[in-house]
């Protein structure tokens, strides 16, 4: 008895180590962004292009890595959510509980969410050439939207798992054919959807690899789909390279904005959430 009494607060204390260190990390990394990046800080960073001698250290900004990133961030989103929600309806409204094509299906994308980055970027790079595609806001469109899928598709899945088929049951002896009911599994899982939208556009504003070989890079905002664009982590990327100390310091800097966005978009999911798991069934 006494053996367990020790080996129950010995874990305890593991864990509160492990928490505490976590936290340290966090506040490490958080502390060496803004101490570097405070003073380079200012509104033209925020508000201007990069000028002739930006990365030299002299005049401009990053505004066409953050207009990029949002760009890119959006619109794959919004594609990731069209082709994933279909997906997560069919295999758990259509399909039966145990069927084995919902089981390869899974399978497949827990292989897609482990795929790192840089393998989808050089996918994505190969299809372009063949197609004679250059580096433009498109590519990186369509590559984020294939690294962020299966991220969307498995969190979905795995609140869609959770769905009491009592009310499936329920709505179809109601008479509800079963593209009306999924009114009602969508109304569960939204949670589950806004959750996974936070996760699919943290990993997707903070990509490199993948634009890098897609979307390229470039100092204006691009004006049509065929035109390459600007992201935040290739900004820091390019900025870090550089010998300039201030140059290094505008590379803090970006990470500090890119930071802060990710911030508001985890505090506005969070809210989402919330809204959603409050008025569940």
């Known amino acids: 008895m006494k053996f367990k009494f020790i080996e129950e607060r010995l874990f305890k204390l ?3 180590l492990a928490t505490l260190a976590v936290f340290g990390f966090v506040v490490s990394i958080i502390w060496t962004i803004v101490s570097r ?4 800080m200012s509104w033209d960073m925020v508000s201007k292009l990069p000028g002739g001698g930006f990365y030299v250290g002299k005049e401009g900004g990053f505004l066409n890595a953050i207009v990029g990133s949002l760009y890119i961030v959006g619109a794959s989103t ?13 295999m758990n409204v259509y399909l039966s509980k145990n069927s084995r094509l919902a089981y390869v299906a899974r399978l497949a994308y827990d292989v897609l969410f482990g795929i790192p980055s840089i393998v989808y970027g050089a996918f994505a790079f190969t299809i372009m050439i063949y197609f004679g595609m250059k580096t433009s806001l498109a590519g990186g469109i369509i590559v984020v939207t294939l ?23 329920a709505a179809y002896s109601l008479g509800a054919t079963r593209f009306e009911t999924i009114r009602v599994v969508l109304r ?11 996760l699919s556009i943290g990993r997707a504003i903070g990509d490199a690899a993948g634009v890098m070989f897609t979307a390229g890079y ?17 900004a820091v990327f390019f900025q870090m390279s550089s010998p300039i100390k201030e140059v ?9 904005v890119l930071t802060l966005i990710v911030l508001a978009l985890s505090v506005a999911g969070r809210l989402i959430t919330n ?5 569940r069934v």
């Open 78 to 90: 919004l594609l990731g959510l069209l082709v994933s929600i279909p997906v997560v309806f069919y």
């Open 275 to 279: 809204r959603f798991s409050k008025h």
């Open 37 to 40: 990046g405070w003073g380079a």
């Open 14 to 16: 593991l864990m509160y």
């Open 218 to 234: 470039t100092d204006s905002i691009p004006t049509s789909l065929s035109q390459p664009a600007a992201t935040m982590p290739l």
């Open 147 to 169: 690294l962020i899928v299966p991220i969307f598709i498995r969190s979905m899945d795995e609140v869609a798992r959770t769905f009491p088929r009592e009310l499936l049951d």
């Open 188 to 198: 569960q899982i939204m949670p589950g959807i806004a959750t996974a939208t936070l």
């Open 248 to 256: 290094q310091n505008r590379a803090y800097a970006a990470a500090m």
